[in-house]
């Protein structure tokens, strides 16, 4: 993620003279929503980074709740739906749903 980011920001930076704004669907936090707490903290410390060091990369986040919070009959997954890569269940997509607005908070 950090590497397609800044890849994203040089592309940006060959137009000093435009402004930009670079928008991203997921980001370096996103890691924590698919991993144990325990395997989370190893991978900061493999990275020498912080939780609040990865928050800190960007201006504003804008959070877009999942339609499985509310709206479970229109989420589909899995082979044969409208994203067959989703693999995750409604249940689970909501628990990450919850667990990512409190990891950007």
Same mark, same amino acid.
């Given at each position: 993620?950090?590497?397609?980011?800044?890849?994203?920001?040089?592309?940006?930076?060959?137009?000093?003279?435009?402004?930009?704004?670079?928008?991203?669907?997921?980001?370096?936090?996103?890691?924590?929503?698919?991993?144990?707490?325990?395997?989370? +903290? *190893?991978?900061?410390? =493999?990275?020498? /980074?912080? @939780? $609040?060091?990865?928050?800190?990369?960007?201006?504003?986040?804008?959070?877009?709740?999942?339609?499985?919070?509310?709206?479970?009959?229109?989420?589909?997954?899995?082979?044969?739906?409208?994203?067959?890569?989703?693999?995750?269940?409604? +249940? *689970?997509?909501?628990? =990450?749903?919850? /667990?990512? @607005? $409190?990891?950007?908070?």
């Amino acid at each position: 993620q950090m590497q397609q980011e800044a890849t994203y920001a040089r592309f940006a930076d060959l137009r000093p003279d435009k402004p930009h704004v670079l928008l991203h669907d997921r980001g370096c936090l996103d890691g924590r929503l698919f991993c144990t707490p325990e395997q989370w +903290e *190893q991978t900061l410390v =493999a990275t020498r /980074l912080t @939780q $609040e060091e990865l928050l800190s990369r960007y201006d504003i986040v804008v959070h877009m709740t999942s339609v499985a919070q509310g709206m479970e009959e229109l989420y589909d997954y899995g082979p044969g739906s409208s994203n067959p890569s989703r693999y995750h269940t409604p +249940e *689970q997509a909501r628990e =990450a749903d919850e /667990l990512a @607005q $409190e990891v950007y908070a």
